[in-house]
Structure formats: C-alpha cells, structure tokens
C-alpha cells in the first residue's frame, strides 16, 4: 500500500490544480477558463514535497525510537485523515480553500515522508535471503503504478455528467489517495 498511494497522493494535484483554477479562479464573460495563479499553484503543488522532506527526517528517527511497524501503523492513520481533510478543504472563498488545502497538503506529504523510509526498511527486515531484493524493487515498483492509479479514469468517467459539478469531482479525486 505504501508507495503506490505515496505517488497517487504526491502526483494528483496537478490533474486537481486544473480544476481548482477553473472552480475558484473563473472570471466570468471570460474566452478562456479560470487558472490558478502562478504562486497559489505553486504552493499546493509543492507544499507536500516540503511535508516529505521533514516527515523522512521526523518519521525515520520516530521509527528507531519506537520501532517501524508501530510508527509505519502511524503514518497509515494519517494518511487516511488527510486524504479526507485536503478533499474537504473549507471555505467559499478562494483564498481560505487554497490556505486549508495548502495545510491539509503538508501534513499529506509529512506522512508520505515518514513512508519512504519504512516501507523499505520492514520489507528488508521481513523479507528472507532470496526474494529480498525482488521485494524491495516491488515497493520501489508501486510509486510508478501509483502515478497511474485508476482514479484519474474515474473522474473522467465522472467528468461527463457532472460537469456542472467540478467542485465534486476535484474533491472525489483528492480523497482517492486514501484507497489502496
């Protein structure tokens, strides 16, 4: 489960940006449909990878101190509440969206970051001589297959009915990183 929902997480927000440009940005009487402005798209896109870089360094420590798997156990309870909460970002104005998404998003990237380390090192640990390394190139393996989780085809699927309703689909789509 670890790294394919790692990447689903880290890499859906620039399908998600798309929408939120053109739910909270839209000028109307516009040509062209609403985009976020450079530095609040660069923000959300990039407020998670910070989250990463201190969750590797908190959760690695954490996992020595209290051992992997209880603390790995941890990161999977976080996941689940901030795929939830960045999908409910409240607010009806841009900016508080944008704000408690940006939070949501950090603390989605701290738990991420606290996964890289784990999942790894449980699987060498559990593994046996043999397939050991045939294991760890698996997990490797499910970042690139998290990247093309399904629900991208999904909210396509989606996009076609509701498509008065893309407040939903942005919301349905960032709450997928919770399924493995």
């Known amino acids: 489960m670890g790294f394919f929902t790692d990447a689903y997480d880290l890499f859906c927000i620039s399908l998600v940006t798309k929408l939120l440009g053109r739910i909270y940005y839209h000028v109307d009487g516009?040509?062209?449909p609403g985009s976020l402005p450079?530095?609040?798209s660069a923000a959300v896109n990039g407020v998670a990878f910070c989250g990463t870089l201190s969750g590797q360094l908190f959760f690695g420590w954490l996992g020595d101190k209290l051992g992997r798997k209880k603390v790995y156990g941890m990161t999977l309870m976080l996941m689940v509440v901030c795929s939830i909460a960045s999908s409910l970002s409240f607010g009806h104005d841009q900016k508080a969206v944008m704000a408690t998404l940006?939070?949501?998003?950090?603390?989605?990237g701290f738990r991420i970051g606290g996964d890289y380390p784990l999942s790894a090192t449980i699987m060498s640990e559990y593994a046996n001589k043999k397939t050991r390394g045939a294991f760890i190139a698996a997990v490797f393996a499910m970042q690139g297959l998290g990247g093309l989780e399904f629900w991208p085809v999904v909210s396509l699927l989606l996009l076609f009915p509701l498509l008065?309703?893309?407040?939903?689909i942005h919301r349905l789509h960032k709450i997928g990183g919770r399924n493995p």
């Open 164 to 168: 008065s309703r893309l407040d939903f």
């Open 30 to 32: 516009a040509p062209k």
């Open 102 to 108: 940006c939070f949501f998003r950090f603390w989605l």
């Open 38 to 40: 450079p530095n609040v």
